[in-house]
């Protein structure tokens, strides 16, 4: 059974990511600052299918940041997953 359609499309939020990317435990990160200077807490956003690049990922953090919140979008890659017997 292959994708269909509808599975495989979507839209590019509008906006710029108004984030930084910094290395945190050596994974590159998009990370999202609150505002105040005084973040209410920590929100890790795992991206979906499309990556930690995709503007939507980035936008969606920003407006997270802009609630009072701090957040980090970490880079999933496939070098950076247990070994099987580890899990």
């Known amino acids: 059974m292959g994708l269909k359609q509808c599975c495989a499309t979507g839209s590019l939020h509008t906006g710029t990511p108004k984030g930084r990317i910094e290395k945190v435990h050596g994974l590159d990160c998009y990370i999202a600052d609150a505002p105040s200077g005084s973040p209410k807490g920590v929100v890790v ?3 979906d299918a499309f990556g930690w690049e995709l503007p939507n990922n980035r936008i969606l953090a920003d ?22 017997p580890l899990i």
């Open 63 to 84: 407006e997270y940041a802009k609630n009072g919140n701090f957040q980090v979008v970490r880079c999933l890659q496939m070098s950076h997953l247990y070994e099987l």
């Open 45 to 47: 956003i795992i991206p």
